[in-house]
């Protein structure tokens, strides 16, 4: 065959190729436990959706899957997205007790005093060491953790005997425990079965950030609601996005790079200050309500009553194979350098 003919077939062969690649389409469907009306899916995963539908010319389609509508439990989430069962997941890795042992420091009690500045930490974790560890099984897109958690009770939280034989709904393994050392009855429970628990009896508070109590009308089922005054947090829950690997790596280069960019550390601090935001319109929302604050004494009882949560996590860290004690000063470390 003629030397140019052979050339100019190859050149049309290769052209053909990439004007395929570049006409591939991505449809990724993130599946969470949450509400249509919840703020990380109207004001963080929709406009994620639009953000890449513009920068990949509509070849890249985000599509949320909202309250469990594509079947199974909030606890099963993670798993979908390693399985494949979906193309990606939002999740908190919580919700899986005892499996997700080191990013649970994050989680500790009183250890966040800054939303944004702790999900850029978390991510830098993610980074340096979880990826490739305990969130080996799934690409993890980002990270971020939700503003201070608040007790919203049926009857006043004033004081630390006030939580004496409450039942309290918890949401992650560590804050069941640390409910249950303030004096509460911890009851662990995603957030989604809390209003019909609520209304029957089964618990007489709940721990959640502001931001969600709209989306479950919490604060028409209580009227009574406790911070702690300051910085300070009494505890928060991190989240991930997370792709399906064989997803992600199928994915055509150029496709893949702008996923890339839209994701990562930025987009977790996106999302802690979405939730941020939605936390003053919570708060807004519980209008007419009493809200205690705590003062710095009280707050001072609250940590010291906290210590054996500290102790034990430590504990099982180092049965884990890891530094407990280490492993809190590190997240405390990358919280500060990244205020």
Avoid: C
Wanted: glycine share 8%; aromatic share 6%.
């Amino acid at each position: 065959m003629n030397r140019f003919i052979k050339t100019s077939i190859t050149a049309l062969a290769l052209a053909s190729a990439t004007t395929f690649a570049q006409a591939q389409e991505v449809t990724i469907r993130v599946h969470h436990f949450m509400s249509a009306k919840a703020p990380l899916h109207s004001k963080f995963l929709v406009p994620l959706a639009e953000r890449l539908a513009e920068a990949s010319d509509g070849r890249i389609k985000l599509e949320p899957y909202d309250s469990m509508s594509l079947g199974g439990r909030p606890g099963d989430l993670f798993d979908q997205a390693a399985d494949g069962a979906v193309e990606a997941v939002l999740t908190l890795p919580g919700y899986t007790s005892g499996r997700f042992n080191r990013t649970e420091v994050f989680e500790l009690p009183f250890i966040m005093q800054n939303a944004v500045a702790t999900s850029k930490a978390y991510y830098d974790m993610v980074e340096s060491e979880l990826q490739d560890g305990e969130l080996a099984d799934v690409k993890v897109l980002t990270g971020w953790v939700h503003g201070p958690g608040v007790i919203h009770s049926e009857e006043p939280i004033a004081k630390l005997e006030d939580l004496a034989g409450k039942e309290m709904r918890g949401p992650t393994r560590l804050v069941t425990d640390l409910l249950g050392e303030l004096g509460a009855t911890p009851v662990g429970m995603p957030l989604p079965k809390i209003p019909e628990n609520m209304s029957k009896g089964v618990i007489s508070g709940a721990v959640v950030p502001w931001e969600v109590t709209p989306s479950i009308k919490l604060a028409e089922l209580v009227s009574n609601h406790t911070e702690l005054g300051g910085d300070r947090a009494l505890y928060t829950a991190v989240f991930v996005l997370a792709m399906n690997w064989d997803v992600y790596e199928s994915m055509p280069d150029d496709l893949r790079a702008i996923l890339d960019a839209e994701t990562g550390k930025a987009l977790g601090a996106k999302a802690a200050q979405a939730m941020l935001d939605a936390d003053a319109f919570g708060r807004s929302k519980a209008e007419g309500n009493n809200i205690v604050q705590l003062d710095e004494a009280e707050v001072a009882r609250w940590i010291e009553a906290a210590q054996p949560v500290y102790d034990r996590w430590v504990a099982r860290a180092n049965e884990e194979g890891f530094d407990g004690a280490a492993a809190i000063e590190q997240a405390k470390s990358l919280i500060a350098e990244n205020q």
